[in-house]
């Protein structure tokens, strides 16, 4: 079973089209992530939510939402696509326990044109 | 505010040959340290975690990495690659009061017969 799973694997899109990213985690974790990974694979966090509530919101385009109906969900809603949001989007879950380690999905590759 | 260096890009190597992948890491307050391994299209996997206890820590596939604080450095070693060991390494930092995991920029292990 996958542990954190995310869709779609792909998405290609045109410029100021919206679009979601759906992500489930079945390992019970509290803390989920969202990090983009740019072309020169420079990995960032975007946010960070615990128990349905967001801690971490980094400096992030307001054009970029995320929603946790449930603490084993966390979707990002993208409005009004730019050509720089292109890249590779993972979703990442922990424990909130200090130091646990993150289990990453297997990414979303965003191709904006 | 913490931050990590990986001082090589790109680190070729052949087979049965030994590894070793530098990061050093900046920070004010104690963290914790991990290594990530990115194979080609996929989610990241950990590897290994330092978060306290002996500075030699051993991690899955072979790979072990040891902390050094006065030289803040948490060097990724493998004694004997092999073809499959080929991939994005990611050194990351967590700082011990906060859930946010901040990588490096990543070193390709290139791994050639």
């Known amino acids: 079973d996958t542990a954190v799973s995310q869709t779609p694997k792909y998405l290609v899109t045109q410029m100021g089209n919206d679009k979601s990213i759906k992500c489930e985690q079945n390992l019970g974790h509290d803390t989920m992530y969202w990090y983009k990974q740019d072309s020169k694979k420079f990995l960032k966090i975007m946010f960070s939510?615990?128990?349905?509530?967001?801690?971490i919101n980094e400096t992030v385009p307001n054009r970029f939402s995320p929603k946790s109906p449930d603490k084993a969900h966390l979707n990002l809603h993208i409005n009004s696509l730019e050509l720089g949001d292109s890249a590779v989007y993972f979703c990442?879950?922990?424990?909130?326990?200090?130091?646990?380690?993150?289990?990453f999905g297997p990414g979303t590759r965003l191709t904006v044109l | 505010a913490q931050s990590v260096t990986q001082l090589d890009s790109q680190v070729p190597v052949f087979e049965e040959a030994p590894v070793e992948l530098r990061c050093n890491y900046s920070?004010?307050?104690?963290?914790?340290l991990f290594w990530y391994v990115q194979y080609p299209n996929q989610g990241l996997q950990l590897l290994l975690k330092y978060l306290s206890g002996s500075t030699l820590v051993k991690g899955i596939n072979g790979f072990e990495a040891e902390f050094n604080k006065s030289q803040t450095s948490f060097h990724l070693r493998k004694p004997s690659v092999h073809i499959s060991d080929t991939a994005e390494y990611f050194c990351a930092v967590l700082n011990t009061g906060f859930q946010k995991l901040v990588f490096g920029t990543g070193t390709r292990l290139l791994v050639s017969p």
């Open positions: 990442a879950s922990s424990q909130a326990a200090q130091g646990d380690e993150q289990f």
């Open positions: 920070s004010s307050v104690s963290v914790y």
């Open positions: 939510y615990n128990n349905k509530e967001l801690i």
